[in-house]
């Protein structure tokens, strides 16, 4: 079964701590995405890659890590430098060409901050 | 600033009547246009979309119109169905940019009554 994999669904976390959230694809995808939505707020861009080894911020990057070290895997990193980290996480993932642009999300995780 | 706007936040249709969700975009470099559906705790699933050199693309029951002279677009869904009750974002993108990185309007919620 193709597809992309967050993990986990739910994560609990006290201040202060760093956290790191898992996105696993399958879909042979190039590029990869971390969006965060909130209330209200639509889903906005934390980070994304193009290729295996490199990454850009996206719009609302302040606060957050990523890595790339393998094409299939891109973990996000939450640190304590993120004023409001509660919120749903997306991670995304497409082959960024012109002839097939469309991303694909995972679940999401719903990360809470105590 | 919003390059993408989808200003009604929530929409209420009758069972077998039709759906119209409007999206409007400012960057005129966007020349790919997508349609997600989400619902609550879940990842955006890809429904729909339309390159700038067209103005229709139509799938079953899901069309969408683009305007580009005006920036806008419109998801027309005939007929409506109970289970169409979801999230809509729309979605633009700069082929041209890229990075194929997708930006998202807050979205309209539907509501279809049975």
């Known amino acids: 079964d193709g597809g992309i994999t967050q993990s986990p669904k739910y994560l609990f976390r006290k201040e202060g701590q760093n956290v790191t959230l898992s996105c696993e694809q399958n879909?042979?995808?190039?590029?990869m995405y971390w969006y965060r939505q909130d209330p209200g707020q639509g889903l906005r861009l934390i980070y994304y890659?193009?290729?295996?080894?490199?990454?850009q911020k996206g719009d609302i990057a302040e606060g957050y890590s990523v890595s790339r070290e393998k094409k299939e895997s891109f973990p996000l990193t939450v640190t304590s430098a993120q004023k409001n980290p509660t919120a749903f996480y997306l991670c995304?993932?497409?082959?960024?060409?012109?002839?097939?642009?469309?991303?694909?999300f995972g679940q999401g995780t719903r990360l809470t901050v105590v | 600033d919003q390059q993408v706007k989808q200003n009604s936040p929530s929409l209420s249709v009758q069972e077998g009547r039709i759906s119209i969700l409007n999206c409007d975009y400012t960057n005129s470099m966007f020349d790919y246009f997508l349609w997600y559906k989400k619902y609550p705790a879940e990842g955006p699933t890809f429904l729909i979309s339309i390159s700038s050199i067209k103005d229709k693309n139509e799938d079953g029951r899901f069309t969408v119109f683009l305007n580009k002279s005006a920036k806008h677009l419109s998801l027309h869904i005939v007929p409506s169905q109970p289970g169409d009750s979801a999230v809509y974002f729309c979605?633009?993108?700069?082929?041209?940019?890229?990075?194929?990185?997708?930006?998202f309007g807050k979205g309209t919620l539907l509501t279809v009554n049975p």
């Open positions: 995304a993932s497409s082959f960024g060409t012109l002839a097939f642009p469309e991303a694909f």
């Open positions: 890659s193009q290729i295996v080894n490199d990454f």
């Open positions: 979605a633009a993108q700069n082929s041209g940019g890229s990075n194929y990185k997708l930006t």
């Open positions: 879909l042979n995808h190039d590029a």
